[in-house]
């Protein structure tokens, strides 16, 4: 049977495509835009018919309506990564979390950790030799293809087709619906003087020739701003955004420096604008691929002089960061920010910063202190850490002693705080 005849078979409505599913499933969903509207809307339409059904994924971008605490024996979420939709589900207690480094969700779906009964995702238009294009998410999603007894596509002319391992072919699609709706757009982070005053530190430690992990939020945008009078820059990261499409367009980025993929753009996930994902399509610059090859601290750290580039909310003066809760309360995830800690950490002439305003709600608390939060999940170990970036300097820690990180520290918080940050240290006896 001819491919374009194997896709006729498969078509059908999202409603009826969404049929698949049986009581007791795990579907596993693409990070943000990769999700498929049609599909997880007819889900939630369809929820009150299943049973024990879980949707699994990291970052939802839109609030469907089985995200409802009334129908959770019918249709729950568990999350490997916060998001505005499902936060307010994790703080009510209806919605549950599985920890996990981005890179290893891969292997635990393949070892049966993670379930992953289904797929479903957005996919590109079908090529002539039947593939289709995962390229707004690769991530785990291809592990999740493996393992999965069935996958469904949500076909949309507006997503790109991208290079790299993001591609599953018709046979292997058990059913698909086609959708022509524009692929949500995510818009740049707001940045003030305390980011710009931050991203100029990072931008003035990255030398020429650097290859890059640029991670989400305002602070990594203004680094991003900030760099483009380097040259020959190159791309190693989990999130291809308008940032990194900017520095192309700028000349910035040729990755002609890079000793590992020389050439190549490499990322998991795509999240930005109509205009990002027109960058996508086809470019031969950019490669797509699965998280645990894009993450792996060991490939990753094959790139010479790595600069990974990631946010917390507070860190303690040993240097543990917390990225990811406001004390026990889960505000997003792990995701790669441990990843590409340690991948900078083995690349030669690599840096891992740590980025952070010094302070939270309208100056009123500091975000160093002596020790987190009780509760606090930790993200980035005190093992790992290495260069922290506030609006008042840098902090290089790693190879440094209990005492002097608190020095160091306590020279780049805030000034109102460095009194009482000074007297608690030696209540600790570091200092």
Not at 300 to 326: R, V, Y
Request: hydrophobic content about 40%; overall charge neutral; charged content about 20%.
């Amino acid at each position: 049977m001819s491919v374009q005849a194997l896709y006729q078979q498969k078509r059908m409505s999202a409603a009826d495509a969404i049929r698949v599913v049986k009581n007791g499933d795990t579907i596993v969903v693409p990070t943000a835009v990769g999700e498929p509207p049609s599909l997880l809307t007819a889900l939630s339409d369809a929820r009150r018919e299943f049973r024990d059904v879980q949707v699994s994924q990291i970052l939802a971008v839109r609030k469907y309506g089985y995200l409802d605490p009334e129908t959770v024996e019918n249709v729950r979420h568990t999350a490997y990564f916060y998001s505005g939709a499902t936060r307010p589900g994790a703080k009510e207690g209806w919605v549950d979390f599985i920890p996990a480094y981005f890179s290893e969700m891969p292997a635990q779906i393949d070892r049966g950790l993670m379930p992953a009964d289904v797929v479903v995702s957005m996919a590109s238009p079908m090529d002539e030799h039947g593939f289709f294009s995962l390229a707004l998410a690769a991530d785990y999603t291809m592990a999740a293809i493996r393992r999965a007894r069935v996958v469904v596509l949500e076909v949309n002319p507006n997503v790109p087709f991208a290079n790299g391992d993001c591609h599953i072919h018709i046979s292997q699609v058990t059913a698909l619906c086609e959708s022509d709706e524009p692929i949500l757009e995510v818009g740049l982070p707001k940045i003030g003087p305390v980011q710009e005053a931050i991203g100029k530190y990072v931008a003035d430690m990255i030398p020429d020739g650097a290859t890059l992990q640029i991670g989400y939020g305002g602070i990594p945008d203004a680094v991003v701003m900030q760099l483009t009078d380097k040259r020959d820059l190159g791309i190693h990261t989990e999130m291809v955004g308008d940032g990194i499409m900017s520095l192309v367009e700028a000349g910035v980025v040729t990755n002609r420096k890079k000793n590992y993929h020389p050439g190549k753009m490499l990322a998991t996930f795509a999240l930005g604008s109509k205009k990002l994902y027109q960058f996508m399509h086809r470019n031969p610059a950019l490669e797509m691929h699965p998280v645990d090859f894009t993450n792996d601290p060991y490939l990753a750290g094959q790139n010479d002089n790595l600069h990974a580039i990631n946010a917390t909310m507070q860190i303690d003066f040993l240097g543990q960061c917390g990225s990811e809760s406001l004390g026990p309360i889960p505000y997003s995830g792990t995701g790669g920010q441990s990843d590409f800690v340690r991948a900078a950490n083995r690349s030669n002439g690599g840096k891992a910063f740590i980025v952070l305003p010094s302070t939270a709600k309208d100056d009123t608390i500091s975000r160093i202190v002596p020790t987190l939060s009780p509760g606090t999940h930790v993200s980035t170990s005190k093992n790992d850490i290495n260069y922290v970036v506030t609006e008042f300097g840098v902090a290089q820690l790693r190879g440094k002693t209990a005492k002097q990180r608190t020095e160091a520290l306590i020279g780049i918080a805030h000034p109102n705080f460095r009194g009482e940050l000074r007297d608690a240290a030696k209540r600790l006896k570091l200092l």
